[in-house]
């Protein structure tokens, strides 16, 4: 196990100011100096995506997620990878502009990019990339302004919200490959698949009902938002029910696992794949019911920040496993990198390329979801604090809310970290406390979007809000 060496760090003596001007700047440097037409570059985001719950990743069930072990088998596997939180707008405006939510602006799904924000897809138009969205929810483009520099966009339109919202993967792969009918072969192409089944509500699949055996109690039918919402303590509290929503959840990334194989083949089938890098990840987890806690948003939990990080070029495809700590933070500086592109702006992140360059004990910070006084349920939680913040490096994660610290000890196959006693790590626990300080002194703000009233209702209907 890799041990954090605190006579290595070279910013424990440092102000709070400049250990947080160090921080920013972690530069990206030019692509290398391949001279050959740039990649085609596929990010793919599975909503509420456990890492555990895949077998690349120890889940013990066969054949859940053949697809992304196949992904795995001809990449490389980054074994702890965390977004910047537990909510879907906030996490993927940090892949998309290299910058924590406090930064880019987005902390919540109601809240969208500061006006100057960057994406990266914005300089892949401009260097001649073709760019395309397929999402599968529109809070992710419409609401979060997710879709700077997408020539493409393609999300649930009004008349698919009256039936069924959000839409399904196989609408959401069928709408990417009518937008690869009409793209010019001679160009590359950028293209971001989100896909949502892994969120509640769970359907009752093929693979839930196999797996729920002879279960007849009140999730056999599947699990509405209104279990998951106001039935939580029936469901946390009986291990018969929470067995059966773990099955009806495997289901659904059973389900999502499909799609991504026939969105591939139909890549391959075009003749796509043999220049494309694939990264694949996830906006966040969820509970589900492990010591009676259930859904993610405004918490630091492992099983909800920590996801899964596969980065497969096919151009020379090879297997390996990372253990040192990355990010969501990271993947704009990745594809950057891999579209040859000179750095306009600074990332946070470092790409993920140069696997034997990645530092163990870089910190990596997670923020909690912004709420506001429209969401009453927010009004009343006594846990919730706008600004709780978690911080990683090397083999300790640091976490705050309201003015009380929790210190862990984390590992590669634990979705529950080793409690620790904050004495026992003084020196660690001074140098990480100064990095949350820092971090909660950079510019917070509310002001990027107001909450109408049908956005509001939009999002209850999601899971998001009471």
């Not at 959401?172 to 896909?195: M, N, Q, R, Y």
């Not at 969120?199 to 093929?206: I, S």
Request: glycine fraction near 8%; include cysteine; aromatic fraction near 10%.
């Amino acid at each position: 196990m890799h041990r954090f060496n605190p006579l290595a760090i070279r910013m424990k003596k440092m102000t709070s100011r400049l250990v947080f001007a160090g921080l920013l700047a972690v530069l990206l440097g030019a692509c290398s100096g391949d001279s050959g037409r740039p990649p085609n570059i596929v990010l793919v985001s599975i909503d509420t995506l456990r890492w555990d719950y895949l077998e690349t990743y120890g889940y013990p069930e066969k054949n859940v997620s053949p697809t992304v072990s196949w992904l795995a088998e001809n990449g490389i596997v980054f074994d702890q990878a965390v977004v910047s939180a537990g909510t879907t707008v906030p996490s993927h405006g940090t892949m998309l502009t290299g910058l924590y939510p406090r930064m880019h602006g987005a902390r919540s799904n109601f809240h969208g990019l500061y006006p100057g924000t960057a994406t990266v897809t914005q300089a892949l138009a401009e260097a001649g990339y073709q760019t395309g969205a397929f999402v599968s929810v529109n809070t992710l483009t419409k609401v979060g302004e997710l879709g700077r520099g997408f020539q493409a966009q393609s999300y649930p339109s009004k008349d698919e919200k009256k039936k069924r919202q959000p839409r399904s993967g196989a609408r959401t792969i069928a709408e990417a490959a009518k937008w690869l009918d009409s793209v010019d072969p001679g160009k590359p192409v950028f293209v971001w698949l989100h896909l949502w089944e892994p969120h509640g509500p769970y359907d009752l699949t093929d693979w839930g009902r196999e797996k729920m055996g002879d279960y007849a109690g009140m999730l056999k039918d599947g699990a509405k938002m209104t279990h998951l919402q106001k039935q939580t303590s029936e469901i946390v509290n009986s291990k018969e029910n929470v067995a059966a929503l773990q099955a009806l959840y495997a289901g659904e990334v059973n389900l999502a696992d499909r799609y991504l194989g026939k969105f591939l083949e139909d890549w391959k089938s075009r003749n796509l794949l043999a220049n494309t890098v694939v990264i694949f990840t996830a906006d966040h987890g969820q509970g589900l019911g492990e010591r009676k806690k259930m859904g993610h948003g405004a918490t630091h939990a492992e099983h909800v920040i920590r996801v899964p990080m596969i980065v497969s070029d096919f151009r020379s495809p090879r297997h390996q496993r990372v253990q040192t700590r990355v990010g969501a933070i990271d993947i704009s500086p990745t594809i950057a990198q891999l579209a040859g592109l000179e750095q306009s702006f600074n990332w946070l992140g470092s790409s993920l390329l140069q696997t034997e360059s990645l530092d163990p004990d870089k910190p990596y910070f997670a923020e909690v979801e912004l709420r506001t006084q429209t969401d009453e349920q927010a009004v009343k939680e006594t846990f919730y604090d706008p600004n709780a913040v978690a911080v990683w490096s090397g083999d300790f994660k640091l976490v705050v809310r309201k003015g009380k610290y929790q210190m862990f000890e984390t590992s590669t196959g634990n979705s529950f970290p080793k409690p620790l006693v904050l004495t026992e790590e003084p020196i660690m626990f001074d140098y990480l406390s100064g990095l949350i300080e820092a971090f909660q002194k950079t510019k917070l703000d509310m002001t990027s979007g107001e909450v109408t009233e049908e956005q509001l209702k939009e999002l209850q209907g999601l899971g998001y809000t009471q």
